[in-house]
Structures are given as C-alpha cells and as structure tokens.
C-alpha cells in the first residue's frame, strides 16, 4: 500500500506538504502542487479512506 510517506519522498517534500496539497486545507506552490500530484500519479496513490475517518471522528464507547 502506498502511503503519504511514500508520495512525499517521490516529490521531495514533507508529508505534511503532500497532506496539505491533498486535503486543499492550505495552499502549496502551483510547482509543489505539480510535483505532488505528478508522484500520486506515478505511484498509483489511493487515499485510505477508512483510516482518514478514524482520524477525523472520535470514537463512541
């Protein structure tokens, strides 16, 4: 499975850049963005939805 680790290592930036430039949350130089997305692609990137919504909700026990 390819990893936003992964990704920023293709591009050569931080992970937080690619997490960044992904969610749209902050914005990234068009070149960044460019890069970033050219290493998504090279590297077939799917985002891992599962572990993004455990991330986001918290849990209820």
């Known amino acids: 499975m390819i990893t936003l680790k992964d990704v920023a290592r293709e591009a050569g930036v931080s992970i937080a850049t690619v997490s960044c430039a992904l969610s749209g949350k902050k914005a990234v130089r068009p070149e960044t963005y460019t890069k970033i997305m ?24």
């Open 38 to 61: 050219d290493a998504v692609e090279k590297l077939k990137y799917i985002p891992n939805y599962s572990a993004r919504n455990l991330k986001k909700k918290p849990a209820i026990w």
